[in-house]
């Protein structure tokens, strides 16, 4: 069934604003660990660097999950799909928010990985099935606003209700949210037939394209970079900055509204240059942690410098999805199940390293690896533009046009 035959020159906005609404409670569910790692920690008896671990392991998963929905999407209708995640989604947070111990809450922690995997992987190619070819850049876009919203409210409201009711009930507040968006998209979503897909040797075919390869790569280790130092966030403000408790929330709100900022703003500079773009967000970040290192102890510093952060973090994943739809034109499925797999795999090796470094030599090591790391991105970023620039693939020139 074509795109347009989906559609009929249709735009289901009802299904785009439902799933705008499950990227928000699916982002904030991905991330909450982040804001209540202590108390988190504390309860569960293990230490930062493990509690740290449950952003790994839903990174882990979500990689599995997101290599092989492209099969799974070829045979069941989409939207039972979709639905089907988003009450996995709601059970992943019940599971957490009971977990009698540390085991349990990982195993709560896989499942909404699966989501994360299943959900990004189908996000692009379904847009596609909601809204004519000429509005799925808004509708993306909208999704997107999803992600910068959770962005903004997730860290510094379970900050604040792990404070008032508990880091469990902070979890729980989540079903409520999953349960809405549910319901948003049963009435929203038309029925979306399974689409067989043919492409030759799996997602991992993709990779034979130099371009592919080069931007996965340095994709992967911006990711990688930028989780090695955001998991372990509160932990810092804590033990180096010293910021009162009240304090910590304030530090991640101003994060999070940075971040809805640079997903408004990425737009324009992404018009300028996309790979231009590319390089610089992660540069300026390993200047920022560097920085930080240094003036890690003064609260005011501190404080400006993470804002920055969250500014560039948050915008970022728009140059990368950009880049997908300019190069991936005619597979966005497939393209979209190996950046996600790329993405969620160097999230997981990002909060991993991180926390051993963490856990083993201190916050300089941690941050000092995430600058390296971001720094490895922006050259790869750098031979990945001029690659593309130094071929005439005829995938990429109709990428500029838009599919």
Not at 332 to 354: F, N, W
Request: aromatic share 10%; glycine share 12%; charged share 10%.
């Amino acid at each position: 069934m074509s795109h347009a035959d989906t559609t009929a020159g249709r735009a289901y906005w009802g299904g785009v604003f439902a799933m705008t609404l499950c990227v928000f409670a699916l982002i904030a569910s991905e991330f909450m660990p982040v804001s209540l790692l202590t108390p988190l920690a504390a309860e569960l008896g293990v230490s930062e660097g493990l509690a740290g671990y449950g952003i790994a392991i839903s990174g882990a998963f979500a990689v599995l999950t997101s290599l092989s929905i492209s099969r799974l999407a070829g045979t069941i209708n989409r939207r039972t799909l979709l639905l089907f995640l988003t009450a996995l989604m709601a059970v992943s947070g019940v599971v957490v928010a009971l977990a009698p111990n540390y085991p349990v809450y990982m195993t709560g922690r896989a499942l909404i990985g699966v989501v994360i995997g299943g959900f990004w992987s189908l996000s692009a190619a379904t847009a596609m099935r909601l809204v004519p070819a000429a509005k799925v850049p808004r509708a993306l876009a909208i999704f997107n606003s999803g992600n910068a919203l959770a962005t903004v409210v997730a860290a510094p409201l379970g900050s604040y209700l792990g404070g008032v009711i508990g880091w469990r009930g902070a979890f729980l507040c989540l079903v409520p949210v999953a349960a809405v968006a549910f319901a948003w998209q049963w009435a929203g979503l038309p029925s979306m037939a399974a689409e067989r897909q043919h492409a030759q040797g799996g997602v991992f075919a993709l990779l034979r394209r130099r371009v592919v390869a080069l931007g996965m790569i340095a994709c992967g280790a911006f990711f990688m970079g930028q989780f090695a130092l955001f998991t372990y966030v509160r932990p810092f403000l804590e033990r180096v900055t010293h910021a009162a408790d009240s304090a910590v929330p304030l530090v991640l709100l101003a994060i999070g509204a940075s971040g809805l900022l640079g997903t408004f703003a990425i737009g324009a500079f992404l018009k300028r240059g996309l790979y231009r773009t590319l390089v610089s967000i992660p540069a300026v970040m390993a200047l920022i942690a560097l920085a930080l290192v240094v003036l890690g102890p003064r609260l005011w510093p501190t404080a400006a410098l993470l804002s920055a952060w969250g500014l560039l973090a948050t915008a970022a994943p728009v140059g990368w999805w950009s880049w997908l739809a300019r190069t991936f034109t005619d597979n966005a499925e497939a393209g979209g199940g190996l950046m996600v797999a790329v993405v969620q795999c160097s999230i997981a090796l990002g909060a991993t390293v991180g926390g051993l470094l963490f856990d083993g030599f201190g916050f300089a090591s941690t941050f000092l690896a995430s600058a390296g790391l971001l720094l490895f991105a922006a050259l790869l970023a750098y031979v990945t533009a001029c690659d593309a620039a130094s071929t005439s693939r005829p995938a990429i020139a109709m990428g500029a046009q838009g599919s």
